[in-house]
């Protein structure tokens, strides 16, 4: 999944967002359209943005990154997701695609584990993270905007994550289809992305008939 410019600050920022503001995470999420490809809309950012001020002053306490695997991602042995789980993980990524299409980092980070975050956090400085998020949220341009084509069915891990299948159209690669491998967990009673595989779901991209 390749996120506007930003994305690795973004990431940096979320490890300590959901430790510091779990209340963020308590609000509505909403239901994606039922069919695909669609655009995921701007206006549906709708999770609660985290204090500013908060953010930057956790950012003074670094977090080490985890080693990467020196092996390609296999998705895990899974059985499928009851329907009310698989709704709201589905509703999970596609609140994300809608607060990077809105431009608004402060929402958009609330939306990842800190695991996940602690991947990227040693790539930006706290300075250059406040410089980001001081920018106002602006809408992408319709034509730069992130497409889902399709979505897996939602499955459940043997350690209790969620993952699923979820393809992608993105401005900024030349194919029409990024086949991701996500992985949610729930956080504060919240499903929240805790990894992300690019092209770790290839083998499983091609709908079959």
């Known amino acids: 999944m390749r996120l506007p410019n930003g994305r690795r600050l973004l990431a940096a920022l979320a490890v300590l967002l959901l430790m510091q503001f779990p209340a963020t995470l308590t609000s509505a999420q909403t239901p994606p359209p039922a069919t695909y490809p669609l655009t995921p809309e701007p206006q549906d950012c709708a999770v609660e943005p985290a204090p500013l001020d908060g953010v930057i002053a956790i950012l003074a306490t670094p977090v080490a990154a985890p080693a990467a695997s020196p092996t390609p991602f296999v998705p895990p042995l899974s059985v499928p997701a ?31 584990t800190a695991d996940f975050m602690r991947a990227f956090f040693g790539e930006a400085s706290v300075e250059e993270v406040a410089a980001f998020l001081n920018q106002p949220p602006q809408p992408l341009p319709e034509e730069e905007r992130r497409v889902i084509v399709r979505l897996g069915e939602v499955q459940m891990l043997p350690d ?50």
Do not use: K, M
Request: hydrophobic share 45%; aromatic share 8%.
């Open 82 to 112: 009851d329907a009310e789980i698989a709704s709201d993980v589905v509703a999970t990524l596609y609140e994300v695609f809608a607060c990077a299409n809105a431009g608004d980092p402060l929402r958009f980070a609330s939306l990842f």
């Open 160 to 209: 209790g994550r969620a993952g699923v299948l979820i393809v992608l159209d993105e401005p900024d690669d030349p194919r029409t289809e990024e086949p991701d491998y996500a992985i949610l967990e729930q956080v504060v009673g919240r499903w929240l992305v805790d990894e992300i595989h690019e092209d770790g779901g290839a083998e499983l991209a091609t709908p079959t008939s």
